[in-house]
C-alpha cells in the first residue's frame, strides 16, 4: 500500500480499534540462500492510533520508575509524517506504520513462508533462514511495532457489532486468507528437493 491508501484506510478506523493487517516481505536468508525468493506472509491482529504515552501500563511505569519521567522520542532521526501511527526513517525515506498488539490475548499472528508461490513449513525451511525468522517475538500490551508500508496488502477493522468480538475476528482473518486459496501452488516437497539439490 502507499501512503494515501494507508492513511485512507487509517481515517475509517476509530484509534485504539482491533484491525487485521496482513503484510508480506523477503524473509531474512543465510547467504546460501539469498537468490531464492523465500517470501514471509503475515496476517495478525493489531491496534493502530494509538498515543503510547496516553497508555496506563506506560503512565504507570513512568510514575514507578521503570521508564524514564519523560518520552525520550523515536529512535534515530525517525520522525512522525502523521502522529501517531506514520513513522519516516530519513536515512531511507521509507514510511512505516507504527501498531500495537491487539487487546484480544487469544489471536495469535498465522505466519506462512513461501518460495515463490509455493507455500513451505517454517521447519523444512528452517535452516535457510536467520535466527530472527525462526524465533518467535513476544510484544507485550504496550509495545509498538512497525511495518514498511510498502510490504502491507491489506488493512481491515473488525466490526464486532453484537457478535462476540473473537468470533468476528475470526471471521475476517478467515476471509481475507488468500495463502493457499487464491494461488494455484505447486508440489511443496518437489520444490525443496530442487531447492536443496
Same mark, same amino acid.
Given at each position: 500500500?502507499?501512503?494515501?491508501?494507508?492513511?485512507?484506510?487509517?481515517?475509517?478506523?476509530?484509534?485504539?480499534? +482491533?484491525? !487485521? !493487517?496482513?503484510?508480506?516481505?523477503?524473509?531474512?536468508?543465510?547467504?546460501?540462500? @539469498?537468490?531464492?525468493? !523465500?517470501?514471509?506472509?503475515?496476517?495478525?491482529?493489531?491496534?493502530?492510533?494509538?498515543?503510547?504515552?496516553?497508555?496506563?501500563? $506506560?503512565?504507570?511505569?513512568?510514575?514507578?520508575?521503570?521508564?524514564? $519521567?519523560?518520552?525520550?522520542?523515536?529512535?534515530?532521526?525517525?520522525?512522525?509524517?502523521?502522529?501517531?501511527?506514520?513513522?519516516? @526513517?530519513?536515512? @531511507?525515506?521509507?514510511?512505516?506504520?507504527?501498531?500495537?498488539?491487539? %487487546?484480544?490475548?487469544?489471536?495469535?499472528?498465522?505466519?506462512?513462508?513461501?518460495?515463490? +508461490?509455493?507455500?513451505?513449513?517454517?521447519?523444512?525451511?528452517?535452516?535457510?533462514?536467520?535466527?530472527?525468522?525462526?524465533?518467535?517475538?513476544?510484544?507485550?500490551?504496550?509495545?509498538?511495532?512497525? !511495518?514498511?508500508? $510498502? @510490504?502491507?496488502?491489506?488493512?481491515?477493522? $473488525?466490526?464486532?457489532?453484537?457478535?462476540?468480538?473473537?468470533? %468476528?475476528?475470526?471471521?475476517?482473518?478467515?476471509?481475507?486468507?488468500?495463502?493457499?486459496?487464491?494461488?494455484?501452488?505447486?508440489?511443496?516437497?518437489?520444490?525443496?528437493? %530442487?531447492? +536443496?539439490?
Amino acid at each position: 500500500m502507499n501512503q494515501q491508501e494507508i492513511q485512507q484506510a487509517i481515517e475509517t478506523v476509530q484509534a485504539g480499534s +482491533n484491525i !487485521v !493487517v496482513q503484510w508480506s516481505r523477503p524473509a531474512k536468508t543465510r547467504k546460501a540462500f @539469498n537468490n531464492l525468493p !523465500v517470501i514471509k506472509d503475515v496476517q495478525m491482529v493489531a491496534r493502530i492510533g494509538i498515543n503510547y504515552d496516553n497508555q496506563n501500563n $506506560v503512565q504507570e511505569k513512568r510514575a514507578s520508575g521503570e521508564l524514564p $519521567v519523560e518520552n525520550q522520542g523515536l529512535q534515530g532521526e525517525q520522525y512522525y509524517v502523521a502522529f501517531p501511527y506514520l513513522i519516516c @526513517n530519513p536515512k @531511507n525515506e521509507k514510511l512505516f506504520l507504527r501498531m500495537y498488539p491487539a %487487546t484480544l490475548k487469544n489471536m495469535k499472528a498465522k505466519t506462512q513462508f513461501r518460495i515463490g +508461490n509455493i507455500p513451505v513449513k517454517k521447519e523444512d525451511i528452517s535452516h535457510m533462514l536467520l535466527a530472527s525468522e525462526t524465533t518467535s517475538s513476544s510484544h507485550t500490551e504496550n509495545m509498538a511495532f512497525q !511495518v514498511n508500508i $510498502v @510490504n502491507i496488502k491489506q488493512i481491515h477493522e $473488525v466490526k464486532a457489532d453484537s457478535k462476540n468480538v473473537a468470533e %468476528t475476528i475470526q471471521e475476517t482473518i478467515n476471509m481475507t486468507t488468500k495463502f493457499a486459496e487464491e494461488n494455484e501452488f505447486g508440489d511443496v516437497e518437489q520444490a525443496l528437493q %530442487t531447492i +536443496n539439490a
